[in-house]
């Protein structure tokens, strides 16, 4: 499986961006699929994911209200649009996969086995 984000960028506080991950895989629609984020000096962390289905999605607390994960299976595309971002949201966000339908795991990354390259998100103040 390989996994090709994009949209990342500059943009100031309270601003929005829309990130994409373009994935080849011929069974896209059955797996978990997830945003994570790592700023400098932080461990990768959690924002938000969803499953095969679409039916169950989560959002880590920092996020809710603000960001929605989607998906666009025709396309095999996974989608995260951020709303009124703020300072601390800036870091190289990542797409991921666990490459099965298994939600019991979604938030944990050691669960995602495949990984997109990541795109830098930069919130200024």
């Known amino acids: 499986v390989q996994l090709q984000a994009s949209g990342g960028g500059l943009v100031q506080a309270g601003g929005s961006l829309r990130l994409s991950c373009a994935a080849s895989?011929?069974?896209?629609?059955?797996?978990?699929w997830g945003w994570f984020r790592q700023a400098p000096g932080k461990e990768r962390e959690f924002v938000a994911a969803?499953?095969?289905?679409?039916?169950?999605?989560s959002y880590t607390d920092s996020v809710k209200g603000r960001f929605t994960i989607s998906r666009d299976n025709a396309k095999n595309t996974v989608y995260l649009q951020m709303n009124s971002l703020k300072p601390e949201d800036t870091a190289v966000y990542y797409c991921?996969?666990?490459?099965?339908?298994?939600?019991?795991?979604?938030?944990?990354?050691?669960?995602?086995?495949?990984w997109g390259q990541g795109t830098q998100v930069t919130v200024s103040s």
């Open positions: 991921a996969t666990s490459g099965s339908s298994y939600t019991g795991k979604r938030l944990d990354r050691h669960e995602y086995r495949f």
């Open positions: 895989t011929r069974t896209f629609s059955s797996y978990v």
């Open positions: 969803i499953t095969g289905s679409g039916g169950l999605i």
